[in-house]
């Protein structure tokens, strides 16, 4: 999963995280915002969103409570949506190949047979780094 994956990058690279969950709506995002606002200014100088939708949720509401805050902020999101490059900064997202992920998963489903088969389903991703995760 994307939390497990980033949990395991957190710790690989000696840094500390704030996790919060929820839904991956743009309401969210704002929510988030808010939260951010309250509990983690100063404590926090990059977030990693588990969508596009959520960042661009959180950067809507940061624009009007904090503009100066989030100036300050490097972000990443996952999926690649079209509104990112609309927002300044533009977002910095993961693209995930879900065409190679389908296919590696009909392979397996496919050989479910073999009594000693295990596969690891890998899914290829590229980072499209945009003006929110550039170093500050």
């Known amino acids: 999963s994307r939390v497990k994956g980033y949990e395991k990058s957190i710790k690989e690279h000696g840094k500390q995280s704030i996790i919060i969950t929820g839904n991956y709506t743009p309401e969210y995002g704002q929510e988030s915002a808010e939260y951010f606002v309250k509990n983690c200014v100063g404590k926090v100088d990059a977030i990693v969103f588990g ?71 890998h899914a290829k991703h590229i980072l499209k780094e945009r003006n929110s995760s550039k170093k500050r």
């Open 51 to 121: 969508n596009d939708t959520i960042a661009l949720g959180f950067i809507i509401r940061m624009m009007e409570i904090a503009p100066e805050v989030l100036q300050q902020l490097g972000y990443i999101g996952f999926d690649d949506e079209v509104a990112d490059t609309v927002f300044k900064p533009s977002v910095s997202t993961m693209v995930v190949d879900f065409k190679s992920i389908t296919k590696d998963t009909l392979y397996a489903l496919t050989h479910l047979d073999d009594e000693d088969s295990v596969h690891d389903i």
